[in-house]
């Protein structure tokens, strides 16, 4: 049994898996959460720092209040439930009791992130419509912008991934003023990161998300910067060896 969000309330549901359960188990403790701080939650609906800006740059993906839904439930996440999920009413008291004096804070500082991986992801989209790339570079420039903003991307990405948005959004704008002077190195590395990222989507299609799934698809993100964006630097070493290593432990574990 789980606990799952109805938005409004939450109601005891059976899942045929345990990993569903605890999917939607986690998404109705979030929403109790809500709902017992109530008043702070009112206070976030209204104020969240350039939410009317980020709600017009986010309007042909999502609405204004799915919006400030996930950045409120993603602060949630990130306030409460990041370490683990109570089990107790009394862990469950003690939790909001804990960090109830934090959420506010938390939920601003996710709207500012929110605000500058907008920005960014129209630059990058701007960018793409007039700079000087073959199809092949605007193509996979336009899938990972896709892959990165896309509606309910707050709510998704775990809050270190979503931290590195911006990172990545910069990264595509270094690689497109480095193709426009030279593509040269670009398309050499180009197949390279098609292959990686194909093998992949392959993967999600037919794997169960997994721990390992989710950390080769911010490899590839990282090892994408190595190929297209130096001088910057990857969150750690990443290469083509290590990507692919994971990838068939990925595949002998699954496939």
């Known amino acids: 049994p789980a606990l ?8 005891i549901e059976l899942f045929e ?17 809500a709902i017992e701080l109530r008043q702070s939650i009112k206070y976030l609906q209204k104020n969240l720092p350039h939410i009317d800006h980020s709600a017009l740059m986010y309007v042909s993906i999502g609405s204004r209040q799915d919006l400030i839904e996930d950045i409120i439930m993603a602060a949630i996440f990130e306030c409460f439930l990041s370490a683990s999920l109570p089990e107790q009413k009394s862990e469950f008291d003690a939790l909001v009791g804990d960090h109830k004096a934090e959420l506010i804070t938390t939920a601003n500082r996710m709207a500012e992130l929110v605000y500058k991986i907008l920005g960014l992801y129209r630059e990058v989209r701007d960018r793409l419509k007039s700079a000087d790339l073959s199809k092949a570079h605007r193509d996979d420039c336009r899938e990972q912008c896709e892959y990165l903003v896309y509606e309910g991307f707050v709510r998704d990405i775990p809050p270190p991934q979503l ?11 270094k690689r497109i003023d480095k193709i426009e002077q030279d593509s040269k190195q670009a ?12 093998a992949y989507l392959l993967l999600e299609q037919h794997s169960e998300v997994t721990d390992q799934l989710q950390q080769l698809r911010w490899m590839i993100e990282e090892f994408r910067i190595s190929c297209f964006a130096q001088p910057m630097k990857t969150r750690r070493p990443v290469s083509e060896h290590k990507i692919r290593k994971l990838i068939d432990e990925i595949r002998s574990g699954g496939l």
Not at 165 to 171: D, G, K, R, T
């Open 4 to 11: 799952v969000d109805y938005h409004d309330s939450v109601a």
């Open 17 to 33: 898996t345990r990993q569903d359960a605890l999917f939607y188990h986690a998404g109705g403790i979030a929403r109790l959460i």
């Open 163 to 173: 931290l590195r948005l911006p990172v990545y959004f910069q990264a595509m704008l």
């Open 187 to 198: 398309d050499r590395a180009l197949p390279l990161i098609r292959d990686l990222w194909q």
